[in-house]
């Protein structure tokens, strides 16, 4: 099961590491901003697990929700006058009906598979009538754990439940899967040998 202090606590160490790997183009952040700039103008986006604030909080009017302090210190100086929020994914501290959309880009992997369900219907609990939820998942069911995640001498840890149990959870929390796209991970898309394994799941609240 992941632990999410081990997690927290490499993400805070991770940060400047991760902030100059992390790709700013490719497909996958491509299929982010087409999804952004489909919702209504002025839409309330929460970025649920914005790590260090690009791209949803300089691309959007979004609120950031991330648990980690250093990352959160990053998106402050990537996106200044976000609002920024140190908190859970899986007990986000917002109203019901709060937001359009929720984004959660590269951070439900590490939720635990046993909280995954939970967090999911605590998206749709701040989701107004008919609002969008962008999921990045892993396509396949996996768990692991790199002791030196991008040889910065940080633990990381993941849980993958799947694309297909995400599917079942969305349904379960009320939602419509609109659209789908499967993906290489941004950190290997100049790799010949890059394999996609990772789901963006574009989805809408039925209600």
């Known amino acids: 099961m992941v632990d999410k202090d081990v997690v927290r606590r490499g993400y805070d160490d991770v940060a400047p590491v991760y902030a100059a790997e992390r790709a700013t183009d490719g497909r996958s952040t491509a299929i982010l901003e087409r999804f952004l700039e489909s919702l209504p103008e002025a839409a309330s986006v929460l970025d649920a697990g914005c790590g260090q604030g690009t791209p949803v909080l300089r691309n959007a009017s ?23 929020v140190r908190g859970d994914l899986a007990a ?17 992997i590490h939720v635990p598979r046993e909280d995954r369900q939970a967090t999911i219907d605590e998206f749709a609990r701040l989701l107004c009538s008919g609002g969008r939820a962008l ?20 633990e990381m840890q993941w849980d993958l439940a799947g694309a297909a149990a995400t ?7 009320g939602f419509a899967v609109v659209d789908e796209w499967t993906i290489v991970d941004p950190l290997e898309e100049d790799s010949d040998d ?8 574009d989805a809408r609240l039925d209600r």
């Open 194 to 201: 890059a394999e996609p394994a990772w789901v963006i799941i």
């Open 167 to 173: 599917r079942d959870h969305l349904r379960n929390a």
């Open 92 to 108: 986000p501290p917002f109203a019901a009906d709060s937001f359009d959309a929720v984004v959660a880009y590269w951070s439900l």
């Open 135 to 154: 999921l990045c998942v892993g396509k396949d069911d996996w768990r692991g754990t790199n002791p030196d995640w991008l040889e910065s001498g940080a």
């Open 62 to 84: 979004a609120v950031g929700l991330d648990f980690s302090g250093e990352q959160l210190a990053l998106a402050a100086a990537n996106a200044p006058g976000a609002a920024l």
